[in-house]
């Protein structure tokens, strides 16, 4: 049957949806963004099918395979309708075999056009590891917890800057109060594929700009190589004094569920240590956010002064302020590296007019 390569298939007939035929847990492991499931199995009849291909014979499984999409195929012709109505889609499994080769057989008898993937997710994923090993152009933004860093880099894409939102993708904020507020974390593979589908449309001929992380952002970590990428680029430090940052946070989590306040704090109390544990829970039984945030604090910035000390070969940029608006910051963010003359902004982008001397 006609395939076509991954990056045809990326990139379209984007009228035509992805149309994702492995089993509902495997699709929700991970699946090519904005892919749809349609499955031709369900888990349990992936699994016997697995079971009876190693127990019996391929033969059997074959057959027990046929006997499960036989009854099924008027239902999966009427879903594949409802999700492409133009009778256009893009197809894959896992290997490009039997499974997408059995649902473009029965779609095509249904009149729909197929644009079948070769060599099926497994491909995908094989790109998608390749993408956290090209060289980017990174510049990092760094900063004590409670900074803004998040609020800059969105005023710098508003600007026109190039950025790659890591927390975003990761629907997590990296510190122990990371989750609270934010969407279920994507699986680990999912955060990859969202990830490198992200760096795919980002034009490497500008700088682009990511937050510092850990490792780990909240379940999920960075890929290896991108993490030795970020550590290795210019590191532009915001440093806004704590109470500040302690003002900021505390009015962010003013509106919090305390429950969800307490556990972040339990998760690091052997850190922070027993009594500054009990105060900092006492704190938020009064609805002491500031003392709250005050005593993570203590722990949050000695933690972010080490690792920024183990930076060693790091092209380090301070860039002082008396505030945590956004605003403000990011013009003095941009100033700072106009003074160290990294800039290859486009000819059609000017710096932006808050700058700060």
Not at 102 to 125: C, I, N, P, S, T
Request: charged residues 20%; aromatic residues 6%.
């Amino acid at each position: 049957m006609p395939r076509i390569p991954l990056t045809d298939f990326l990139t379209g007939p984007t009228h035509a949806p992805i149309l994702d035929v492995r089993a509902p847990l495997e699709y929700a492991h991970g699946h090519i963004p904005g892919a749809l499931n349609l499955p031709l199995f369900s888990n349990e009849e992936r699994a016997r099918i697995g079971t009876t291909y190693k127990q019996v014979s391929q033969e059997k499984a074959v057959l027990l395979g046929l006997d499960f999409f036989g009854p099924n195929m008027s239902s999966m012709v009427k879903q594949a309708q409802k999700l492409a109505p133009n009778k256009e889609v893009r197809l894959h499994c896992w290997r490009g075999g039997m499974r997408s080769g059995a649902v473009q057989w029965l779609l095509e008898l249904a009149g729909f056009r197929v644009h079948l993937l070769d060599k099926g997710y497994k491909d995908y994923r094989r790109w998608v590891l390749e993408q956290f090993s090209q060289p980017l152009p990174l510049l990092v933004l760094g900063g004590l917890t409670g900074s803004g860093k998040t609020d800059v880099l969105q005023v710098l894409a508003h600007r026109g800057e190039t950025i790659i939102d890591l927390e975003g993708l990761a629907h997590h904020k990296g510190s122990s109060f990371g989750g609270i507020g934010m969407e279920a974390q994507p699986t680990p593979e999912q955060f990859e594929n969202d990830l490198a589908g992200a760096l795919s449309r980002t034009p490497l001929d500008n700088l682009i700009w990511v937050e510092d992380e850990s490792l780990m952002i909240g379940a999920v970590h960075l890929p290896k190589p991108l993490y030795e990428q970020m550590h290795r680029a210019p590191l532009i430090v915001l440093e806004v004094p704590r109470p500040m940052r302690t003002r900021k946070l505390a009015e962010e989590y003013c509106q919090a569920d305390p429950e969800l306040l307490k556990a972040a704090i339990q998760r690091i109390s052997k850190r922070l240590g027993g009594l500054a544990t009990q105060e900092a829970l006492a704190a938020i039984d009064a609805g002491d956010m500031e003392k709250m945030v005050d005593l993570a604090l203590t722990y949050y910035d000695k933690a972010y002064r080490y690792a920024l000390a183990a930076r060693t070969g790091t092209q380090l940029i301070q860039v002082p302020s008396e505030t945590c608006d956004p605003v403000e910051n990011a013009g003095r963010v941009m100033a700072a590296l106009r003074r160290e003359g990294i800039s290859n902004l486009p000819a059609t982008m000017s710096l932006p007019d808050t700058d700060v001397a």
